[in-house]
């Protein structure tokens, strides 16, 4: 930041160079210009030509110190006519001349002394009382002139000069001082512990800061229930899993040591039981990865009767295998909603999954989509299963699917609640869009019984 302002500060001071240079050199013109003018109508005006003055006049200053006048008031070389005759020459520079000059002030290129020099000149004509004419032509070397603009450019550059050292320290000690409270936050930011749900102290001395520590600490809380979420689905992942291979382990003891056949086979059909189980929570923790890996991916807009019929005939098989009802109510016309159409059908298939295998046989599920009066919109599997105040533990592999499903309706900003079913149904799951747009209200019924 320091050097950033030191940069930004000497092309500032550059600027200032520039700007004053050339308005020294205006400067310079106007006074040359307005000297020039006074001059010649000095000269135009007095009756009778004097001679010039044989040295440069200088100035005695207070404190006794001589200064020469010519760096402010350059010597002028003048020439006068009389008649056409050449009056007055005060440096032999009537020869020199052009044949014609204008009454105006311009740039005059001369060879003098052997040198070619430019001049700053200016003409005037008068009439003299006798009826004749006086020219007078007054010339300043063009050096001396843009000397003068230099020596006006220096004296305003100087100061800012002479102060840019001043003004760099005092800005490395009011930004070093500006920054101290920054790196003690800085400070107290890496010393929070996360996992003890430590946050930042709200009140802060500096209002600058409030925000920064917002924003902070609202990280902060995301964060600790980020590590919340995971601990708690790294604990259902474990246990999920060491039901069912507990209990494998358990059963293929037995077959190992069992003496009758039917004992082994019966043993060994568990071991498979335990095996398709533990194989079907770790296809829900591929999903569950697979789900995170498509959240950079947009919304879709997705007709929700229609995936919705694709997923209850997809889980047919499956209900009829396990001796369930399956059953489908969504409106006639389709219903649109703005979702990832993979994660989706990742979440939905979870809900009917788990309520086709964690029931008992002759369960009633039904899949419907809802539009309430407010414009929001749900869809519900619902089931007439074991009722929730009678379930005392979670069957394996349901707490991984349902983890799976609020984490897709998170990512959606869907609301996922659990909640008690309408009879005759004893439990409910629904994902709800706060609000989505519809083209139906009317529902009609498609069962399919297994």
Known sequence: MWVLTLIALGMSWLTLVFVAYFTGLHEADEVTDGQLASSVQMLLRQPAMAAPAAAPMVLT??????????SYAPELHVVVWQDERVLWDTHGLASALPARLTEQP?????????????????????????????????????????????DIAWHIVRPALVLLPLVALLLLWAIRRGLLPLQRL?????????DAGQLLPTLQPYEELSGTVNAINRLAQRLQAQ????????????????????????????ARVAVESNERD?????????????????????????????????????????????LVAEHVPLAHQLGQELALEVPNQALWVYAHN?????????????????????????????????????????????????RTVVQPGMGIGLTLVRRIADWHGLVFDQRDGTAPFTKCYALTWRAAPAQSSDAVSAASPA
């Open 342 to 390: 993979t994660m989706l059908e990742l979440a939905l298939g979870n809900l009917i999954d788990n309520a086709l295998r964690h029931n008992p046989a002759g369960t009633q599920v039904e899949v419907s989509v809802v539009q309430q009066v407010q414009g929001q919109v749900s869809v519900r599997v619902s089931d007439d299963g074991v009722a929730w105040s009678s």
């Open 227 to 254: 590590v919340l979420r995971e601990r708690s689905f790294a604990s259902d992942v474990a246990h999920e899993l060491r039901t069912p291979l507990t209990a494998q382990v358990l059963q293929a003891r037995l």
């Open 266 to 310: 019966l043993a060994l059909q568990q071991v498979e039981q335990n095996a398709l189980r533990a194989g079907r929570i770790l296809a829900q923790l591929m999903d569950l990865a697979r789900a995170q890996g498509l959240d950079h991916q947009a919304l879709q807009r997705l007709d929700l009767n229609a995936l919705c019929h694709q």
């Open 106 to 150: 311009q740039d005059v290129s001369l060879v003098w002394k052997g040198q070619s020099q430019v001049w700053r000149a200016l003409l005037g004509t008068a009439s003299t009382g006798s009826g004749g004419t006086r020219k007078v032509l007054v010339l300043i070397d063009k050096d001396r002139r843009e000397a003068l603009g230099r």
């Open 186 to 194: 800085a400070e107290k930011v890496a010393d929070l512990d996360l």
């Open 61 to 70: 200053k207070r404190d006794g110190t001589v200064e020469d006048l010519a």
